[in-house]
């Protein structure tokens, strides 16, 4: 879908409208099938709706984006300190070391906290612990091994921090390295 193309001839009277309240409501990332589920059209009508609302937020204090497979509404990230001070919250500031265990499993996932510790070479059971807290990193499975150790993941909400639309987005090992 390219967002700028203008809003399909034949979208039907009040979809933007219906669009944008939907993400407002949502709280998280809305997927354009189940929107169009929900509002009983087409797929490529609803994807090219929310490009159309996407386009038309550039350079507001609120925008819609493509991230963690679905559209979502959120604060413009210029507008962030002056959020941050309504809210009367800090940001979430990571540590390096829940940096290095966040992009080990990012990368490798699913892993094991063996084999994160082994990547950094010191206990990474404080900054995962940290990660978890934070819905940054989430339980996937087990490993069929002695033990059966626990696999971590990413979740959404990582997707959504980094403002990636999947995990397909995140540069490779060697494009960071």
């Known amino acids: 879908m390219n967002p700028e193309l203008p809003l399909m001839a034949n979208a039907r009277p009040g979809l933007l409208t219906d669009l944008e309240a939907i993400l407002f409501a949502a709280g998280g990332p809305v997927s354009s099938r189940r929107a169009a589920e929900v509002l009983q059209l087409a ?3 609803v994807e090219n709706a929310l ?3 996407a386009t038309r937020s550039v350079g507001r204090g609120v925008e819609v984006v493509a ?4 559209w979502l509404m959120r604060s413009a990230p210029a507008a962030a300190g002056a959020v941050a001070k309504w809210r009367d919250v800090a940001p979430i500031r990571p540590s390096r070391a829940a940096l290095e265990v966040l992009a080990a499993v990012a990368w490798r996932q699913p892993i094991t906290r063996a084999e994160i510790d082994a990547l950094r070479g010191v206990d990474s059971a404080g900054p995962l612990r940290w990660l978890l807290g934070h819905g940054l990193v989430r339980a996937v499975g087990r490993r069929a091994e002695i033990g059966r150790p626990a696999t971590y993941g990413t979740t959404d909400g990582f997707l959504t921090l980094l403002q990636l639309p999947d995990l397909g ?5 060697g494009e960071v390295g």
Do not use: D, N, T
């Open 169 to 173: 987005a995140l540069p490779s090992i």
């Open 43 to 45: 797929e490529a009508e």
């Open 67 to 70: 991230v963690a497979g679905g």
């Open 51 to 53: 490009g159309v609302l």
